[in-house]
């Protein structure tokens, strides 16, 4: 499974983009990108996921670069209920089911 | 909620001891993933098991144990425990076909003193 790399805070104001970048320089054609979330010590929550193309859904967009080695997580509008550490995984589609957490990026939406 | 239930919330215990964490998955999820999570640490992935059978197996303790019974609930067995064992402990489930999204339950906090 590919390393990933994220910036350890960030901050966001309210209303507006919150921009999550990674870094996956290493991953390989098969290993798909996953964000998860995770607010104060709860159970981390799945945002989104993708291999190639931009993917969107109800909570939020993710960008894939073209050479696949960085991603952004777009929350198009963020809340004060989006504060939380925020997790960029890359993952093999194999028979390896290991997801290899790293330390995520801490973001705080400030009103 | 994610429909993943873990007992107990909290459990408090000396060294030496021995617990047994219980996660029930959601239902229809085959999958069940144990996870550790010390204070400011990341995840460390410890066990998945797929409708019983161990599947794959990350950075578990000799001391630690799990398994997957017939009605699909895990339980973690936790043995001599030591003080560096306190921390987080999370059950996620999946449905096998679709695991790249696993469901989280809300967590067991292990303190050992």
């Known amino acids: 499974d590919a390393k990933t790399t994220q910036p350890p805070s960030m901050d966001c104001a309210e209303g507006r983009a919150a921009n999550l970048p990674c870094n996956h320089s290493?991953?390989?054609?098969?290993?798909?990108v996953y964000w998860y979330r995770q607010i104060h010590s709860q159970g981390p929550q799945y945002i989104i996921h993708?291999?190639?193309?931009?993917e969107t859904n109800e909570m939020a967009s993710l960008i894939i670069t073209e050479d696949r080695k960085s991603s952004t997580l777009i929350l198009p509008h963020a809340t004060l209920r989006d504060t939380a550490v925020y997790y960029c995984?890359?993952?093999?589609?194999?028979?390896?089911?290991?997801?290899?957490w790293g330390l995520g990026t801490s973001l705080a939406v400030n009103p | 909620d994610s429909g993943v239930t873990q007992t107990p919330k909290h459990l408090i215990t000396a060294t030496g001891q021995r617990v047994t964490l219980r996660c029930s998955p959601r239902?229809?999820?085959?999958?069940v993933y144990w996870y550790q999570q010390s204070l400011d640490q990341g995840l460390q992935f410890l066990i998945q098991?797929?409708?019983?059978?161990?599947?794959a197996k990350g950075n578990i303790l000799e001391r630690f144990s799990a398994q997957q019974f017939p009605d699909l609930h895990s339980e973690l067995n936790l043995s001599s425990l030591e003080l560096g064992d306190s921390a987080l402990y999370f059950c996620?489930?999946?449905?096998?076909?679709?695991?790249?999204?696993?469901?989280f339950g809300p967590g067991t906090r292990l303190t050992v003193l």
């Open positions: 993708g291999l190639k193309n931009n």
């Open positions: 996620a489930s999946s449905v096998y076909s679709r695991d790249n999204e696993q469901f």
């Open positions: 098991y797929y409708n019983g059978e161990e599947r």
């Open positions: 995984i890359a993952r093999g589609a194999g028979n390896n089911r290991k997801l290899i």
């Open positions: 239902s229809g999820d085959l999958s």
């Open positions: 290493t991953i390989s054609g098969n290993e798909y």
